[in-house]
């Protein structure tokens, strides 16, 4: 199993969610009015503004899925600003 977490410019969320239904992911869970740092400065959930918020979405599903899923989103990730992180990972149920 893999994790994917993208962090994306909130105004993408919803693009994003309709890609990883499009390639069939089995679920993810959206976290919105992300806080951070980086080396391209601080991110405030205050901001008054969607187009200074991120998202993240954490994706949990089979490889072949997951980087179905990257493929698609690399076309986002070329107009906006965001990371996306993968991991191995055991599921406990």
């Known amino acids: 199993m893999k994790k994917l977490e993208i962090i994306i410019e909130a105004v993408e969320r919803r693009r994003v969610c309709r890609i990883l239904d499009e390639v069939g992911v089995s679920g993810y869970t959206v976290i919105d009015d992300l806080q951070g740092r980086g080396k391209t400065g601080s991110k405030n959930a205050s901001d008054l503004s969607n187009i200074l918020k991120s998202s993240m979405i954490i994706v949990v599903d089979e490889e072949t899925v997951i980087?179905?899923?990257i493929e698609k989103l690399k076309e986002v990730?070329?107009?906006y600003s965001g990371?996306?992180?993968l991991s191995d990972i055991q599921v406990i149920d």
Do not use: G, L
């Open 67 to 69: 980087y179905n899923a």
């Open 77 to 79: 990730f070329k107009f």
């Open 83 to 85: 990371k996306m992180f």
